[in-house]
């Protein structure tokens, strides 16, 4: 007997009208998921700043004439030396340029606006002894996108996909509005973490109910297009970020579009199969029936269909006992692979978002950096579709991120005038990590036996959201001790990712096991 979604798939059609236009509907709502993540960059950007808070004696000075008289020349950890942004000297004790001369802290500072008009930066003081503090507001934001996918995913099991996905457009449309208007750092650290949990929800509940309605034979194609959503507002991001330089209305440009998305109010269907799980027959009937008339389907023989499936759902309700991810760790062979694919899931997510957050920082134009870790992503996606279909899912992820960690080795002893250089051995291992994450997503599914599939998954996402969140510390390690530091820690565990990997089984084409006991193709 099959279960009521593979019989579903079968009765509505698995790629039709109807699951186009669904995924298209869920692919245009996951944009600004990459645009809330990704936007601190510009929202708090490396831009250059000095000693401020001039005696009115100084005010006439030009900013080369004052920073020459009152900023020290300092060594910087590549051996160039520049101004210091956190040392002035005592300008009104010592005006003698000769002579030996107290530094103190700065308390004010000025800013250069070549770039930006206007930063988070500049706006609270992010410099300096404070500078720890936007990876701080990067983390928290990380938080949220962690307890987003515990909370969505529970409230979506209970009440369904799709007023989960409204209720999420809805709070991350209002806190990402609120946000610009902050008027502390405080209130809008606090507001990002509720803009995560929104648009974090849309994504977790999009990608279920995308799961539920296609075609077996169609998943690991639409679930990494899926992810292309990302790469797409990775694009985006950098567009409207080159046209707007003001935090203030970058931050409503990449929340005022959430409002457009109230329309799926009406547009966006109901899982069949959700429905059908929570006994809601009659809403399952309607669903259907709008799909399979979509599709080009007959529909008049749905009522003898609903009989079916309601019967199979009666079936497996009663047979059916809820696991846990005890149940997963305790039989030993599942245990050794949970606990590799969680740490390899850790590992994707920690190498990529510290790349991602760390395009400032590897000098040149920040923007074209921006632009290039965007664009590496489509030929990333586009090639992993068809290599997983060729070759599987082991060897591609083992050699996804191997080459990414020799790329970020590679990078160490580059030296830092060669900006580009850096630049492009950096985006080769973006678009090597962006292969991985893609390939982990459709391998890990694979991977687990089905009574335990969400759970093996959702702990494992777990693990890549601890990742997320300690990514952008890694900036204020390579300002703590060296540059290059953070290029070491992410080719080291690229390589150990890569050992972890060989452990594994391949799951391509071969029998998934159904239970925890279950004998299978892929030990």
């Not at 004696?57 to 920073?67: A, D, L, T």
């Not at 696991?323 to 949970?338: A, E, F």
Request: charge should be neutral; hydrophobic fraction near 45%.
């Amino acid at each position: 007997m099959k279960s009521p979604r593979e019989d579903i798939t079968l009765i509505m059609g698995g790629t039709g009208p109807w699951q186009r236009r669904v995924f298209l509907l869920i692919f245009v709502a996951t944009l600004p998921n990459a645009w809330h993540i990704l936007v601190t960059i510009f929202l708090a950007p490396n831009i250059d700043h000095w000693c401020g808070g001039r005696p009115d004696v100084f005010h006439n000075m030009s900013e080369v004439e004052w920073k020459n008289f009152s900023v020290p020349v300092v060594a910087q950890e590549t051996g160039q030396r520049s101004f210091s942004k956190c040392w002035m000297y005592d300008v009104m004790n010592n005006t003698n340029l000769n002579n030996t001369r107290e530094v103190h802290y700065c308390f004010e500072w000025e800013y250069d606006h070549t770039q930006y008009k206007s930063s988070i930066v500049e706006q609270w003081n992010l410099v300096c002894n404070n500078s720890w503090m936007i990876s701080l507001s990067q983390m928290f934001y990380m938080s949220g996108y962690l307890v987003s996918s515990f909370i969505t995913g529970q409230l979506s099991d209970r009440f369904g996909r799709r007023p989960i996905i409204l209720l999420s457009i809805a709070t991350g449309s209002l806190s990402g509005i609120l946000c610009a208007l902050s008027p502390s750092f405080i209130i809008f650290v606090i507001l990002r973490f509720f803009v995560a949990l929104g648009v974090t929800g849309i994504v977790t509940s999009s990608f279920v109910l995308l799961m539920e309605i296609i075609d077996q034979s169609q998943r690991s194609t639409l679930g990494i297009a899926f992810q292309m959503g990302w790469a797409v507002g990775f694009l985006t991001l950098s567009v409207l970020a080159w046209f707007i330089r003001d935090w203030t209305y970058l931050q409503l440009s990449i929340s005022v579009p959430l409002l457009a998305l109230a329309g799926h109010w009406w547009l966006l269907p109901e899982s069949p199969r959700f429905l059908l799980s929570h006994r809601r027959f009659q809403e399952a009937e309607h669903e259907l029936k709008k799909a399979l008339i979509t599709n080009g389907k007959d529909p008049s023989n749905l009522p003898s269909i609903m009989s079916k499936l309601v019967a199979n759902v009666e079936n497996e309700n009663s047979t059916y006992k809820e696991k846990t991810i005890l149940d997963l760790l305790k039989v030993p062979k599942w245990r050794k692979k949970s606990l590799a694919v969680f740490s390899i899931w850790f590992a994707i997510s920690f190498i990529y978002f510290g790349l991602s957050f760390n395009t400032n920082n590897l000098g040149g134009d920040p923007f074209l950096n921006f632009v290039i870790a965007g664009a590496v992503e489509f030929p990333s996606y586009f090639g992993t579709i068809f290599v997983v279909k060729r070759l599987g899912r082991k060897f591609p992820l083992m050699i996804s991120v191997i080459i990414a960690g020799v790329a970020l080795l590679l990078i160490i002893p580059v030296p830092y005038e060669l900006v580009w250089l850096k630049v492009t051995i950096s985006m080769v291992g973006k678009l090597a990590i962006t292969a991985a994450f893609a390939i982990v997503y459709v391998y890990s599914a694979e991977m687990f036996p089905t009574v335990v599939r969400n759970i093996g998954v959702g702990t494992s996402s777990t693990c890549a959201r601890v990742g997320s969140m300690l990514a952008p510390f890694v900036k204020e390690l390579g300002t703590a001790v060296h540059p290059d530091v953070p290029y070491g820690l992410f080719g080291a565990l690229c390589l150990l990712a890569g050992c972890l990997i060989l452990t594994l089984p391949e799951t391509h084409n071969k029998p998934i096991a159904d239970t925890l006991e279950e004998e299978n193709g892929i030990d």
